[in-house]
T-cell receptor, first 111, second 114 residues
Framework: SQQGEEDPQALSIQEGENATMNCSYKTSINNLQWYRQNSGRGLVHLILIRSNEREKHSGRLRVTLDTSKKSSSLLITASRAADTASYFC???????????FGKGTSLLVTP | NAGVTQTPKFQVLKTGQSMTLQCAQDMNHEYMSWYRQDPGMGLRLIHYSVGAGITDQGEVPNGYNVSRSTTEDFPLRLLSAAPSQTSVYFCASSKTLGQANGYTFGSGTRLTVV
């Protein structure tokens, strides 16, 4: 079964606002990753956070991880129309050899 | 350009036909995986490989076969296509499972089974 579940399923904001997406997972992990998918395209890796890390930044992205609650959040600050995409969290699977993805959050940023 | 190459980009099959989806990477990555993406279902793992000669099943392996005879190639075979296999298929690769720059994905194969 799928490991991660993103929340909300869809999010609509205006340019300049912050966007926050959440991910919950079921079993212990080694790391959690976030990916972006533009419509009709493949997935692009955004950021990886390891289980012993609590927060990580990359440009306008901020990821937090709470292993006690088995949850993570992705914050995109000062959103742009180009951030419109689907965002997925992914965790290493029970076997440890591949990733399990959630169903994604669809983000729409309007000018 | 280095990356993951998937062919074909689009394919229409009749029920019962077989075909192979190709995936090749030129980054010397050991880990390769196949996913299918359906509306509202996210990405589901079909099969994966941790190196040449080693493959294993993921979440939804039924109806699919894989092999890994070389590090570069990881083809996915549909044995007898069914309408339920209509989906977008993605191949992904990684040097290690927990590398900081994650998996590299191909651009996908959109398959329709009629």
């Amino acid at each position: 079964s799928q490991q991660g579940e993103e929340d909300p399923q869809a999010l609509s904001i205006q340019e300049g606002e912050n966007a926050t997406m959440n991910c919950s997972y079921k079993t212990s992990i080694n790391n959690l990753q976030w990916y972006r998918q533009n419509s009709g395209r493949g997935l692009v890796h955004l950021i990886l956070i390891r289980s012993n890390e609590r927060e990580k930044h990359s440009g306008r992205l901020r990821v937090t991880l709470d292993t006690s609650k088995k949850s993570s959040s992705l914050l995109i600050t000062a959103s742009r129309a180009a951030d419109t995409a689907s965002y997925f969290c992914a965790t290493d699977s029970n076997s440890g050899y591949a990733l399990n993805f959630g169903k994604g959050t669809s983000l729409l940023v309007t000018p | 350009n280095a990356g993951v190459t998937q062919t074909p980009k689009f394919q229409v099959l009749k029920t019962g036909q077989s075909m192979t989806l190709q995936c090749a990477q030129d980054m010397n990555h050991e880990y390769m995986s196949w996913y299918r993406q359906d509306p509202g279902m996210g990405l589901r793992l079909i099969h994966y490989s941790v190196g040449a000669g080693i493959t294993d099943q993921g979440e939804v392996p039924n109806g699919y076969n894989v092999s890994r005879s070389t590090t570069e190639d990881f083809p996915l075979r549909l044995l007898s296509a069914a309408p339920s296999q209509t989906s977008v298929y993605f191949c992904a690769s990684s040097k290690t499972l927990g590398q900081a720059n994650g998996y590299t994905f191909g651009s996908g194969t959109r398959l329709t089974v009629v």
